[in-house]
């Protein structure tokens, strides 16, 4: 079967460096530059039958789904540091340091080709702030971009599969 089913010319896989992750609603994290892998471990549990004592057999258990890191350029946008005040805000009072009603959110994960067309997105579910890197070490002498991180805790995630392979444009030559 082709790796590609509507652009049956195309070899290349997609690249990772056309992405955009947004809440389930359609608000868009502004300035995100990196997002860690989607990665899901399935635990193996081995069992033997009794009459068979020369083999293990092996059966999938437990899933686990690691937590994802976004990262962007430390901006004025409140996003991160207003999401992470969800799970522990100091200084809000007692019995108000966690938003247990909203901490939670769904996100999507669109990955563009190389035109700006979506390809592939990822649904992540029930995502939450467990930890929260507002500034990283300072350095008078250096001259790196200043990078705010958020680890998401997630409960699992999903392609979505309503995003179509899209029909790549052909370049055509200018008159």
């Not at 009459?51 to 258990?61: F, K, M, Q, T």
Request: charged share 30%; aromatic share 10%.
């Amino acid at each position: 079967m082709a790796q590609f089913t509507v652009n049956a010319q195309r070899y290349d896989p997609y690249k990772s460096y056309k992405f955009r992750v947004k809440e389930v609603g359609g608000t868009y994290i502004a300035g995100v530059s990196k997002v860690s892998a989607l990665k899901r471990t399935t635990e193996v549990v081995e069992h033997r039958e009794g009459g068979d004592p020369s083999s293990v057999r092996r059966s999938p258990g437990q899933s686990k789904f690691e937590a994802v890191t976004l990262e962007r350029g430390v901006t004025h946008d409140k996003h991160f540091e207003q999401w992470a005040n969800k799970v522990w805000n100091f200084g809000s009072g007692l019995g108000a340091e966690v938003s247990l009603k909203d901490f939670r959110k769904d996100l999507v994960l669109e990955v563009y080709n190389e035109a700006g067309q979506l390809a592939i997105a990822y649904r992540l579910f029930r995502c939450w702030v467990s930890e929260f890197q507002a500034l990283p070490e300072l350095d008078a002498k250096g001259s790196a971009i200043a990078i705010q991180t958020l680890k998401l805790e997630n409960e699992g995630w999903e392609r979505d599969v309503d995003v179509k392979e899209p029909a790549e444009p052909s370049y055509t030559e200018p008159r």
